[in-house]
């Protein structure tokens, strides 16, 4: 699992911002950091709708520090659409369909009881311009929400 002070993994992932995108990491990195990635279980669940709205509701604050906020599931970008404009999402959201995101960042977790493997653990990541990893949280407990307060302040270091 990567952790704070390791390079970030670079990958390539369908990006769902109303239209459906090429994202690479590395790419945006050069304009947008520092970068949030918030991982998620899955779209339309209850914790994590929960969890994207509140960074909805903080993303002022992250503009304010000239931080890029991407919240990144398993889900198709055809439904990350979905989940975006049902809950009034500004920011876009990364599809790590094939897993491969989750994998690189050693983030895997399963519902074995629900038939439901390899989606991503709750956890997120602030990453600065040269592609460290500057923050990170990682939880194994799908139900825990991470602290908004911390994460806005782990990008406040960087401004």
Avoid: H
Avoid at 42 to 55: H, I
Avoid at 104 to 129: E, H, N, P, T
């Amino acid at each position: 699992m990567v952790t704070t002070g390791d390079a970030t993994p670079d990958f390539t992932a369908p990006l769902a911002n109303g239209d459906i995108e090429e994202f690479t990491l590395s790419d945006e990195l050069e304009t947008d950091a520092p970068i949030v990635l918030a991982f998620f279980p899955g779209a339309f669940t209850s914790v994590c709708t929960t969890e994207m709205c509140a960074f909805q509701d903080r993303l002022a604050a992250f503009n304010d520090l000239d931080a890029t906020v991407y919240g990144v599931s398993r889900d198709s970008p055809f439904t990350l659409n979905e989940f975006r404009e049902q809950n009034d999402l500004e920011f876009g959201l990364l599809s790590d369909y094939n897993q491969e995101i989750t994998e690189a960042y050693g983030i895997s977790m399963d519902f074995a009881d629900l038939g439901v493997y390899g989606v991503s653990k709750r956890s997120v990541f602030v990453i600065d311009a040269d592609g460290e990893i500057t923050y990170s949280w990682v939880s194994d407990d799908p139900g825990v929400e991470p602290d908004y307060d911390e994460v806005e302040a782990a990008v406040e270091e960087l401004a």
